[in-house]
């Protein structure tokens, strides 16, 4: 049982650069999240779907767009990647949405730009 | 003010040791209060999950709550070098919102 994958695992860009982060889950989940983690900051909320269909936006959603393809995926894309944005990014799921489903994790994209 | 605040650490602590780890918080409308843990390179995997005040146990974990005065903690009896990682706490309110707020995360690193 996979959860929730990620892919690629590891990236280094230049600034400027484009470039799609992917993420799919298998448990039949309505709501997806894309999430940074930066050292000292915690986990921030860039882009959320609650259900396929519709995305809205976080916490920290400059410089980014995310698109729900179906159920099961959920991209997230940088457009012109900035020094800024080299952290770490997690997208999770939930059941369905509201503040009583914890949410499941992937292993994260390792984000560098140069 | 931070609406969570969670010491960073690192905590060091021998093996078999009874670890405290915190959080306060500002906000008294979150109902749900989480605690995930995260090893090194890996997502945070859901550990413990409370609602309301008080204590919840699981193996050698325990999730307390005390809502009067917005402070959660996590205590893990008979500590391993496996429980080695990162915790982090999370808040959520009872309504539709979607939103989970996280702590920073305190490192725990369980010497053998």
């Known amino acids: 049982n996979a959860g929730v994958t990620q892919t690629p695992k590891f990236q280094v860009l230049k600034t400027g650069q484009s470039m799609t982060l992917q993420c799919a889950q298998d448990m039949n989940h309505n709501s997806m999240y894309w999430y940074r983690q930066d050292p000292g900051m915690g986990l921030r909320l860039i882009y959320y779907?609650?259900?396929?269909?519709?995305?809205d936006k976080g916490e920290v959603p400059n410089g980014y767009n995310v698109s729900r393809l179906n159920k099961r995926e959920f991209s997230l894309r940088l457009e012109s990647a900035a020094p800024s944005q080299t952290s770490v990014y997690f997208c999770?799921?939930?059941?369905?949405?509201?503040?009583?489903?914890?949410?499941?994790f992937g292993d994260g994209t390792r984000l560098s730009i140069l | 003010q931070k609406e969570v605040e969670q010491d960073p650490g690192p905590l060091s602590v021998p093996e078999g040791a009874i670890v405290s780890l915190n959080c306060t918080y500002s906000?008294?409308?979150?109902?749900?209060f989480m605690w995930y843990r995260q090893y090194s390179r890996k997502g945070p995997e859901l550990l413990m999950y409370t609602y309301s005040s008080g204590n919840k146990e699981d193996g050698r974990f325990t999730a307390q709550v005390d809502k009067s005065s917005k402070y959660i903690s996590l205590f893990i009896r008979d500590s391993q070098p496996s429980d080695s990682a990162t915790y982090l706490c999370?808040?959520?309110?009872?309504?539709?919102?979607?939103?989970?707020?996280f702590g920073s995360g305190t490192r725990l690193l369980v010497r053998p």
């Open positions: 779907s609650a259900s396929e269909g519709t995305t």
């Open positions: 906000n008294s409308a979150f109902q749900y």
């Open positions: 999370a808040f959520s309110r009872m309504d539709s919102s979607y939103k989970l707020i």
């Open positions: 999770a799921s939930t059941p369905g949405t509201g503040g009583s489903q914890p949410q499941h």
